[in-house]
């Protein structure tokens, strides 16, 4: 079987986002394992509009061509890495419309998560989390979150140091988190497989 790969999704798209400086560092760390191979996917490159379809293509199939673009993207990973602020309690909706516009695309296949901002991203991590499960997706239960002091140690709006200055924090879940999806991606493109499926 050949490796699986890990779409790592930045969840913010706006223009002074912080969300590319966890997803980056994130990239690094993960791009060394030997076991995935990793690709970072910037929502800001498939331009998505809001949701105009006339279902989920779990009953027809898209039309849009950004949509289609995006769900070919989505296709090609056997797990993913959700990189998500907090907007509001909840995930961001740039991330929420991006979920939507892809169903079968992310059907049994593991998601793990990193959150940040005051508390972690705690609450968008956890809706996140039941958003993965209506698509059938498994989602680990190692997260990374970035929170308090140490968010406000590498946010940009506040002391803007690298995101390896907190490490000594965040390490451990973040090689948990990998080792679980890890895991997952290798059972599930198995299973996938044994199904025909994608
Ligand atoms: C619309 C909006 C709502 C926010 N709501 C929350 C929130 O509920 N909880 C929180 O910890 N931070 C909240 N914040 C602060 C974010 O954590 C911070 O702005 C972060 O940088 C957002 O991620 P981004 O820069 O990748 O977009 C909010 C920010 C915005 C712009």
């Given at each position: ?13 706006r ?37 105009n379809?006339v ?24 797990g ?29 296949k ?5 959150g ?60 948990e ?10 059972i599930?493109k ?9």
């Amino acid at each position: 079987m050949t490796k699986p790969r890990i779409g790592i999704i930045i969840g913010s798209t706006r223009d002074t986002r912080f969300g590319e400086k966890p997803a980056k560092w994130l990239l690094d760390i993960a791009a060394r394992r030997e076991d995935i191979e990793v690709e970072l996917i910037d929502l800001r490159d498939y331009d998505l509009p809001f949701f105009n379809e006339v279902s989920s293509n779990a009953w027809q199939a898209s039309v849009n061509e950004k949509v289609l673009a995006w769900q070919k993207k989505v296709g090609e990973m056997d797990g993913y890495i959700f990189v998500t602020s907090e907007y509001n309690r909840s995930i961001p909706a740039s991330l929420k419309n991006a979920l939507d516009q892809a169903y079968v695309e992310w059907n049994y296949k593991p998601a793990a998560i990193l959150g940040y901002g005051a508390v972690g991203g705690a609450r968008a991590v956890e809706h996140l989390r039941s958003i993965t499960v209506e698509l059938y997706m498994v989602p680990v239960r190692s997260t990374v979150h970035i929170s308090g002091t140490e968010f406000f140690t590498v946010w940009h709006g506040g002391g803007d140091q690298p995101i390896t200055s907190i490490e000594g924090t965040i390490g451990q879940s973040t090689q948990e988190m990998l080792d679980q999806l890890t895991w997952w991606a290798r059972i599930t493109k198995a299973g996938r497989a044994e199904k025909g499926k994608v």
